[in-house]
């Protein structure tokens, strides 16, 4: 979402982020595809995944396409600022990324399942950007949920790395982090490419295959 000017190359400090808000930002009560909530609780057993992608928009899309996935939202985690408003984070004061959230039924699909779709569906080696997407609120991140996750993030980032090392791409920047509160984003930004088929879509792959095998961790 590069193309409204926004973007600050530089991560900014928690001691100079933007303070927010305590109030919450409100949300459609159902999927505009799934139609399943997007607000918890979540159904027992089923697990989350949390990424950063660069845009959002066309990253949701990618994750409601896959098999298991029982719905995804939009927002912004890894920062500083308190429900921060899309204006702030493309700012770049809040210390955000935006990210997605994914629940899906883990009988169906794989929390390394999820991550070779986010692996594969944006360039991971850009740093603090996405394409023409400029600012460290379009930085690739996973934010883990327990040591399991952690492991088999950790385990995919080096095992695509090697793709990419094969491939002759450059190094993985990704932010590998433990997650911290997902906030919302605003209700026009949720499923924002159903609802606008012809909307804006930065995302772009290297086109390297990662392997998702070695990655299943018990």
């Given at each position: 979402?590069?193309?409204?000017?926004?973007?600050?190359?530089?991560?900014v400090s928690?001691?100079?982020?933007?303070p927010g808000?305590?109030?919450?930002?409100?949300?459609?009560?159902?999927?505009?595809?799934?139609?399943?909530?997007?607000?918890?609780?979540?159904?027992?057993?089923?697990?989350?995944?949390?990424?950063?992608?660069?845009?959002?928009?066309?990253?949701?899309?990618?994750?409601?396409?896959?098999?298991?996935?029982?719905?995804?939202?939009?927002?912004?985690?890894?920062?500083?600022?308190?429900?921060?408003?899309?204006?702030?984070?493309?700012?770049?004061?809040?210390?955000?990324?935006?990210?997605?959230?994914?629940?899906?039924?883990?009988?169906?699909?794989?929390?390394?399942?999820?991550?070779?779709?986010?692996?594969?569906?944006?360039?991971?080696?850009?740093?603090?950007?996405?394409?023409?997407?400029?600012?460290?609120?379009?930085?690739?991140?996973i934010y883990?949920?327990?040591?399991?996750?952690?492991?088999?993030?950790?385990?995919?980032?080096?095992?695509?790395?090697?793709?990419?090392?094969?491939?002759?791409?450059?190094?993985?920047?990704?932010?590998?982090?433990?997650?911290?509160?997902?906030?919302?984003?605003?209700?026009?930004?949720?499923?924002?490419?159903?609802?606008?088929?012809?909307?804006?879509?930065?995302?772009?792959?290297?086109?390297?295959?990662?392997?998702?095998?070695?990655?299943?961790?018990?």
């Amino acid at each position: 979402m590069g193309i409204f000017g926004f973007g600050n190359a530089a991560m900014v400090s928690e001691h100079d982020a933007l303070p927010g808000r305590t109030e919450t930002i409100r949300v459609p009560a159902a999927h505009e595809v799934l139609g399943n909530p997007l607000l918890p609780p979540f159904p027992d057993g089923y697990e989350q995944v949390v990424v950063g992608m660069g845009c959002f928009w066309g990253a949701e899309r990618m994750f409601w396409q896959q098999p298991g996935v029982w719905t995804t939202a939009v927002g912004y985690a890894g920062g500083f600022t308190r429900n921060p408003l899309y204006e702030e984070v493309c700012s770049g004061r809040t210390g955000h990324t935006e990210v997605v959230l994914a629940v899906f039924d883990p009988e169906v699909t794989s929390y390394a399942q999820m991550l070779k779709t986010f692996w594969e569906g944006h360039d991971p080696t850009q740093g603090l950007r996405q394409g023409n997407d400029v600012g460290s609120q379009y930085r690739s991140a996973i934010y883990w949920a327990d040591d399991r996750q952690r492991q088999i993030a950790e385990a995919s980032r080096d095992m695509f790395q090697q793709a990419l090392d094969a491939a002759g791409a450059g190094p993985i920047t990704t932010e590998i982090a433990q997650a911290g509160p997902f906030y919302y984003a605003e209700g026009y930004h949720q499923q924002y490419l159903h609802k606008n088929p012809g909307g804006y879509c930065g995302l772009g792959g290297t086109g390297v295959s990662c392997p998702v095998g070695i990655a299943e961790l018990a």
